[in-house]
C-alpha cells in the first residue's frame, strides 16, 4: 500500500508526525509536501496530491491535513475519481472507507490531536470498501454527479 501525503502549513507538523509513524509500520509513503510552516495554499498541494494519486497503478491511499481538513476536503473532491472524507475520529474513518470508498482522508490538525490523528489514520487503514452492492451501487453513483442525473434513490 502507497500512502501519499500533504499538508499546508497548519498541517505540516501533524504530517511529520504521521509520517514518521506511518514508515515505522513498513508503508511506502510519498510526501508531496509541504517541507515547512512557511504559509502554504491548501488548494495547491491538494491539487498536487490528487493528480499524482489518480495516475497510481499501485494500491493507493492519500492523507490531506490543513487546519480543519475542510479546505483539503473540498479541493480534493473536485477531481475526478477522488473521494475524500474529512474525518476527526475512527468510527467516521472506517465508514469512509467501508461504505464510500473514500479514497483520501482529510484530517484537521486545529481540530484532532497527534493520538487520535493516529488512531483514526489507523481506522482508515485498515478496513476495505465494502463488498455489499448498495454500496457499490451508492458510490457508483457519485460519478454521474455533474452529469446525468441517478435515476434511483434507494
Ligand atoms: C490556514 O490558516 C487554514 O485556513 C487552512 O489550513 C485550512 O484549515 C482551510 O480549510
Known amino acids: 500500500m502507497i500512502l501519499y501525503m500533504g499538508a499546508d502549513h497548519a498541517g505540516y507538523a501533524l504530517k511529520e508526525f504521521l509520517k514518521n509513524y506511518l514508515l515505522q509500520q513498513g508503508y511506502e509513503i510519498v510526501d508531496v509536501g509541504v517541507y515547512s510552516e512557511e504559509p502554504a495554499d491548501y488548494p495547491d498541494v491538494a491539487h498536487k496530491l490528487t493528480a499524482q494519486l489518480v495516475q497510481e497503478e499501485q494500491p493507493a491511499l492519500g492523507i490531506l491535513i490543513c487546519g480543519t481538513g475542510i479546505g483539503m476536503s473540498i479541493a480534493a473532491n473536485k477531481r475526478l475519481g477522488i473521494r475524500a472524507a474529512n474525518a476527526s475520529e475512527p468510527v467516521s474513518a472506517a465508514l469512509a472507507r467501508e461504505h464510500n470508498n473514500a479514497n483520501v482522508l482529510c484530517l484537521g490538525a486545529r481540530v484532532v490531536g497527534p493520538e487520535l490523528a493516529r ?31 441517478p435515476s434511483r434513490t434507494d
Open 119 to 149: 488512531a483514526t489514520v489507523e481506522a482508515f487503514l485498515r478496513t476495505g470498501f465494502s463488498p455489499e452492492e448498495r454500496h457499490r451501487r451508492r458510490v457508483s453513483k457519485l460519478e454521474l454527479i455533474g452529469g446525468e442525473s
